[in-house]
């Protein structure tokens, strides 16, 4: 029989790559959208009978996935991936706390009330539940599975960064509350990954100013030779392997698990060095600088390698894919 999954979030960088993949391992797919002009969007790209979409229009609702699931008793595992992904935002608590946790909590609300079969959910937190946001540059800081952000919600308010950070945190403590409390019969695992890059899940999604992370990537496009280097650094993990991994967390039968997704640093200068060894094209338009080591907190996910047991697609390889793409669409 076929098993069918609820994808919060479906328009996502992450998402989409989810969805094809399970579309590709015979699951149906129920993807949560904004709109109905994004969900239309979404039949068409994945072209697949199996996924079909259900308008959820606001996170922060009280029900919000009430009527979703209300709707499909097929539903047998939820994978929330929806969540706000920015480092601006005017007002912090309105913009990505309260829905980040707010949406987090409705889910498994609403899973309580109208989801009683289903058996596994995964939920995409972050490494930034991990680690607080003034200290994720300490290179002596090891972060690990066991790991969690200082931050209050008070100083989650300070800037939109930390309130990013505090928007992972506070939705995968509360999800790990109710879970105590409640006692579901569900699984529960998260999914905690580090800078996401790659290609998007379809060529077609390439536009101008890409999702967060990515832009990270694409920015440095369109730096000229004398432009200043953005001081992005960071831990970086292929979307490749951050999609394996959110089957992997129901398909194993896991539960209390946080997959943290970690394959290697990255630096502004690392990038634009493989941009260089990688498109000709590219040799002579960018700025240069010197790759110095990346003065990071270190990752330690051995434990989630392990139960993976697969291999993390390496820097090189995400970003000539994912500049690739995008070079081949801006020729089109
Ligand atoms: P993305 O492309 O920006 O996707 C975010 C998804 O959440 C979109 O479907 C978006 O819908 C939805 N969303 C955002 N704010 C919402 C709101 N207020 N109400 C309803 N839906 C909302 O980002 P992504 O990189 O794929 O991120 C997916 C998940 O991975 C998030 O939980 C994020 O925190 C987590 N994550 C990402 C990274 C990374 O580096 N990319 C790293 C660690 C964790 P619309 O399309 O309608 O805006």
């Not at 904004?34 to 697949?48: Q, S």
């Not at 680690?131 to 952000?149: G, K, R």
């Not at 928007?167 to 879970?179: I, L, M, R, T, V």
Request: hydrophobic letters at 40%; one cysteine or more; proline letters at 4%.
């Amino acid at each position: 029989m076929t098993t069918t999954v609820l994808v919060s979030g479906a328009t996502g960088f992450i998402a989409q790559h989810t969805i094809k993949l399970l579309l590709s391992k015979g699951y149906a797919v129920v993807g949560t959208v904004r709109t109905a002009a994004k969900g239309d969007h979404l039949i068409k790209l994945f072209a697949n009978e199996l996924f079909s979409y259900e308008i959820v229009p606001s996170l922060d609702a009280e029900g919000a996935f009430d009527d979703v699931l209300n709707k499909h008793s097929e539903i047998t595992v939820f994978l929330h991936m929806a969540s706000p992904v920015t480092f601006s935002a005017d007002d912090i608590e309105a913009e990505l706390l309260r829905p980040a946790v707010n949406g987090t909590v409705s889910a498994l609300k609403a899973i309580q009330k109208y989801g009683p079969q289903i058996k596994h959910v995964v939920i995409t937190s972050s490494y930034c539940a991990m680690v607080h946001p003034a200290q994720w540059q300490i290179p002596d800081l090891v972060v690990s599975e066991d790991s969690w952000s200082s931050i209050s919600w008070e100083d989650s308010k300070e800037n939109a960064l930390f309130g990013y950070f505090g928007s992972k945190k506070f939705a995968e403590k509360a999800a790990w509350s109710f879970y105590e409390q409640e006692k579901p019969k569900y699984t529960l695992n998260m999914v905690n990954p580090v800078f996401v890059f790659g290609p998007q899940a379809f060529d077609s999604e390439i536009k101008d100013q890409l999702n967060h992370s990515v832009e990270v990537v694409n920015k440095l496009l369109s730096l000229e030779k004398d432009s200043e280097i953005p001081s992005d650094k960071g831990s970086f993990v292929d979307v490749r392997d951050v999609a394996k991994a959110h089957l992997a967390a129901f398909e194993n039968g896991w539960t209390g698990k946080r997959l943290l997704m970690n394959s290697e640093d990255f630096s502004s200068p690392s990038l634009l060095a493989i941009f260089r060894e990688s498109f000709d094209y590219l040799k002579e338009s960018l700025p240069t600088a010197a790759v110095e080591p990346i003065e990071i907190a270190k990752v330690d996910n051995k434990k989630t390698r392990q139960d993976l047991g697969f291999s993390f697609l390496d820097l090189k390889t995400s970003i000539v894919d994912c500049v690739g793409q995008i070079l081949n669409a801006k020729r089109k």
